[in-house]
Each structure stands twice: as C-alpha cells, then as structure tokens.
C-alpha cells in the first residue's frame, strides 16, 4: 500500500511541476500577444487546477507521513502488551511459588522429620483406568521406588512407582490399582481407599470396607492411617456421597480427591520420615 501511494504522489507532482512550467511560458508568450485581462481569464482556470493538485499532493505525503508513524506506533504498543503480558505470567506463576513455599513451610512445621525433595511435573499418561506422571527428580535425589509423593499441603498425591538416574514415574491415587489404608478423621472409621474408575466414579476416590452402621457425613476428612509408605493423617479426600457396596454388607464414601489434579505443578517425595 506504501509503494502505491508513493507511486501516485511522485506523478502528481511531476504532472503538476510540468503544468507550471507550461503556465509560466503561455503566461510569458501571452503577455506579449494578447491583452492581460485575456491571459488572465485564460490562467485563470489552469492554475486552479495546478493548486489543486499541489494540494492533493501534500494530502496524499501528509497521509503516507502519518500512516508510517501510526504503523511504527502500532508495533511500539504491541511490543508494550506483550512484555506486560509476559510480566503478568511470571507474578503469577511467583504468586503460586510462594503460596506452595508458605504451605510447605507449615507442613514441615508439623512434621519436622520430615525429608522432602521438590520436583515438576514434566508430562502425563492417564487413561480410563490407570493415571501417572513424571517428575524431573529421580535417584541422584535420593528418590526410590515405593516413596510417596504429597502436595506442599500434606495432600496426597501417589506412589513413585518407576526411578530413573534424573526422573521418576508416578502413580496417583486416582489409579483403581492403587490401594491406600484410610480413616475418616472425624469418626475414626476405617477403609480401604483407591481410585474410581472401576466403579464408574472417574476423577474421585472411593473408600470400601467401610462399617454397615457407619454414619457418614458429607465433607468429612479421609486421611491415611499411617504404614511403612504413608504417614498418619495426610489428607486424601472429602467425602461428597456415600451408600452401600452390591450386596449390601459394608458401606462406601466418594471422596473428592484432596489435590488438585487439574492444576498440579510441583510436588514432593517424601524420601525419610519417622514411622511411629
């Protein structure tokens, strides 16, 4: 579109520095053959129109003048959006890092022996029956098969199931083949949670075994009852429903998970702690 109008303007200059030149001859010969009133009847006309098209020229170079800077200011501001954009990522994802350090912060504070390695997630592989991930830690960290994988929140998430020299593998607790020792922490009932995709409860956890008699409360706390792999009284789950197993003898709770799957980022293995 430039080189159009650069192209028009250059004419119209040329076409209006020739009428000139062709005036100031004709007005120059006329002076000398006919009255001035005639010559400048005859000019009259001719030099409104050379105005004229000196004047469209200076549009038409103001116009090209004026669309080169807003272009050049266009591209200023997009450069502007795009670093504010990119400051605005960083002190969120700042936001969510310090968020994660106070919690984890506090989890310690309760479990000082505590011995956590912090590690991302790098990718995931779930499907309608199994569900893992991979973190960028593995044995150079110390990290082993069977160690258990929590939130900065003391929220369970899985079992590293898979170590390499610089990752690991592992498998959350929405896995059906995952089986955790639990108790609902207000009642003392105890049961065996796992994910449930078997029973057709994808993205919960269901909790089996639980007593005929059972009163069970929406909201209730599920948390691990401790063994040689998971701690006491890490969070699992909150209760969202509950009924009885097929044939009626013991009872199940549906638990919505504790951690949040959907915006997992970072999470620790828990290397070393005192089982007592």
């Known amino acids: 579109m430039r080189h159009f109008f650069t192209t028009r303007v250059r004419v ?70 795009s670093q504010m954009q990119d400051a605005a990522r960083d002190a969120e994802e700042l936001r969510r890092e310090n968020d994660r350090l106070r919690d984890l912060l506090e989890l310690k504070a309760r479990h000082e022996d505590f011995k956590l390695v912090d590690s991302y997630i790098i990718s995931w592989d779930s499907n309608d029956w199994s569900s893992t991930f991979t973190i960028d830690r593995g044995e150079k960290t110390g990290i082993q098969e069977g160690m258990c994988v929590i939130t900065a929140n003391g929220e369970v998430v899985g079992l590293v199931t898979q170590v390499g020299p610089n990752y690991s593998v592992v498998k959350t607790v929405l896995d059906s083949s995952l089986e955790i020792s639990a108790n609902i922490a207000s009642s003392g009932y105890s049961g065996i949670v796992q994910g449930g995709f078997v029973t057709g409860q994808e993205g919960m956890l269901r909790m089996d075994y639980l007593p005929t008699n059972a009163i069970i409360r929406n909201n209730e706390q599920v948390v691990t009852t401790g063994s040689t792999v998971y701690p006491r009284d890490l969070i699992l789950g909150y209760v969202v429903d509950a009924g009885f197993d097929e044939i009626g003898v013991a009872k199940y709770a549906v638990l919505e998970p504790a951690a949040d799957f959907d915006s997992l980022e970072q999470v620790f293995v828990l290397v070393e702690y005192e089982n007592g």
Not at 21 to 33: E, H, N, P, R, Y
Not at 35 to 61: D, I, N
């Open 12 to 81: 119209i200059l040329v076409v209006a520095v020739l009428l000139a030149a062709g005036l100031s001859i004709a007005s120059s010969v006329m002076d000398f053959t006919l009255p001035e009133k005639v010559v400048q009847t005859v000019l009259a006309p001719l030099r409104t129109g050379v105005s004229h098209l000196k004047s469209q020229a200076e549009q038409f170079y103001s116009y090209m003048f004026r669309y080169e800077a807003l272009q050049a200011e266009n591209i200023s501001l997009k450069e502007q959006i």
